[in-house]
């Protein structure tokens, strides 16, 4: 098993500047009902776009890439859609880089604080908050290996649930983690990609969806 390292975030100006919250009332959409979705066709929905020394966060090809050249870092991006129970699915892989590599996706984000829900093209998987500049897994003391994982560049589908205190991943289908904690209630999903020992994660998001539980 590996050993889980902290997350630390990339340069601020990755992360981009906050936009104004919006999101569709969970009361008046029906269970699996589509919140808010994005195959990343549009350059102009909302993500952060940025190309800098800190890496790559934009539109690509029809997807959405996040590089990260740092080591041992995290960034996330998100559409500023706000939601409390939420359905996040996304297809996710890479492009280059190490297979040690960190692909997922964040709920209830309020920018500083974020659920995540990780894998590795390794083929290891994470369930965990983010909170006061540290990250813990969550019902779980190391990653973990998963035979769901598709490992090297292939495309892995990835689903968080964050609903009421259970958090619930899926990798490919298949249910691998569950636990329930209380300590977010409401905020963004999105995306997030990093590093361990090894920068130059390279990962391609495409077919994001968030929908009602």
Not at 91 to 107: E, F
Request: proline share 4%; glycine share 14%.
């Amino acid at each position: 098993m590996r050993s889980f390292l902290a997350l630390i975030v990339a340069a601020a100006s990755l992360m981009g500047c906050a936009l104004p919250l919006s999101g569709t009332p969970s009361s008046s959409v029906p269970s699996g009902g589509v919140l808010y979705e994005d195959d990343f066709a549009s350059p102009a929905t909302g993500w952060v776009r940025v190309k800098n020394d800190g890496g790559i966060m934009d539109y690509d090809g029809g997807g959405y890439r996040i590089l990260v050249t740092a080591r041992d870092a995290n960034v996330w991006s998100t559409p500023h859609r706000e939601f409390s129970d939420a359905r996040v699915e996304v297809d996710a892989g890479k492009l280059g880089g190490p297979d040690a590599n960190r692909i997922g996706l964040i709920c209830r984000s309020d920018g500083a604080s974020h659920y995540f829900f990780i894998i590795g093209s390794d083929g290891y998987y994470g369930l965990g908050i983010f909170t006061g500049g540290k990250a813990a897994l969550l019902g779980q003391s190391t990653m973990q290996p998963g035979k769901e994982i598709v490992t090297g560049t292939a495309i892995n589908h990835l689903r968080l649930d964050c609903n009421g205190n259970s958090l619930t991943g899926y990798i490919n289908g298949v249910q691998v983690a569950q636990v329930r904690d209380q300590t977010l209630t409401r905020g963004e999903a999105g995306v997030l990609a990093g590093t361990f020992d090894e920068p130059g994660a390279d990962i391609v998001f495409d077919n994001f969806v968030v929908l009602q539980p």
